[in-house]
Antibody
Framework: QLQLQESGPGLVKPSETLSLTCSVSGGSVYSSNYYWSWIRQPPGKGLEWIGNIYYIGSTHYNPSLKSRVSMSIGGYRNQFSLRLESITAADTAVYYC????????????WGQGTVVTVSS | EIVVTQSPATLSVSPGQRATLSCRASQSVSSHLAWYQQKPGQAPRLLIYAASTRATGIPARFTGSGPGTDFTLTISTLQSEDFAVYYCQQYRRWPLTFGGGTKVEI
């Protein structure tokens, strides 16, 4: 059974860059069948899709964040990553990584989420 | 961007009753709509995709309808474990967008 696990700093200072990693177990990020997404949820609010990445490194980003977001995949590890630059308090949220199938971008497997707080 | 609007924001129902949740897209998404359930402190769980197809392991009391711009999630007989927040999501066009959620409470 495929599982996802987010990791990264719980506290980030304003104007810094947030880096998060999603480790994949029970499957491979190099499968051509799946896309890998980041989704966030501010405290008490709804879900916002940040973007996704395919195993060959192609990406789609939410235009609302596009100027500050970058994603990468793999290397020598079974993982994918998120970078979000110029962090502000509005970026405080639970960040989830999730899997979707190509052609039907619904999220069938999610990580447990990691809390990121932006504060000086 | 396709805006997705859910109503009502909160739905108060009793166990054993039927719950009907609505989701409206700002333009047609065909059948490219999914529903998720989220309980406090947990990640969302996929319930329905392609507007009306239940995900693996989802009980038959969850039913979705569409297509087009107006969608409904019906929970036929509410169980205690069904009290949660429900989100719809369109995947017809980039960026993928979610509705604001409907909280189903006792």
């Amino acid at each position: 059974q495929l599982q996802l696990q987010e990791s990264g700093p719980g506290l980030v200072k304003p104007s810094e860059t947030l880096s998060l990693t999603c480790s994949v177990s029970g499957g491979s990020v190099y499968s051509s069948n799946y896309y890998w997404s980041w989704i966030r949820q501010p405290p008490g609010k709804g879900l916002e899709w940040i973007g996704n990445i395919y195993y060959i490194g192609s990406t789609h980003y939410n235009p609302s964040l596009k100027s500050r977001v970058s994603m990468s995949i793999g290397g020598y590890r079974n993982q994918f990553s998120l970078r979000l630059e110029s962090i502000t308090a509005a970026d405080t949220a639970v960040y989830y990584c999730a899997r979707s199938r190509g052609g039907a971008y619904v999220f069938d497997i999610w990580g447990q989420g990691t809390v990121v707080t932006v504060s000086s | 961007e396709i805006v997705v609007t859910q109503s009502p924001a909160t739905l108060s129902v009793s166990p054993g009753q039927r719950a009907t949740l609505s989701c409206r897209a700002s333009q047609s998404v065909s059948s490219h709509l999914a529903w998720y359930q989220q309980k406090p402190g947990q990640a969302p769980r996929l319930l329905i995709y392609a507007a009306s197809t239940r995900a693996t392991g989802i009980p038959a009391r969850f039913t979705g309808s569409g297509p087009g711009t107006d969608f409904t999630l019906t929970i036929s007989t509410l169980q205690s474990e069904d009290f949660a927040v429900y989100y719809c999501q369109q995947y017809r066009r980039w960026p993928l967008t979610f509705g604001g959620g409907t909280k189903v409470e006792i």
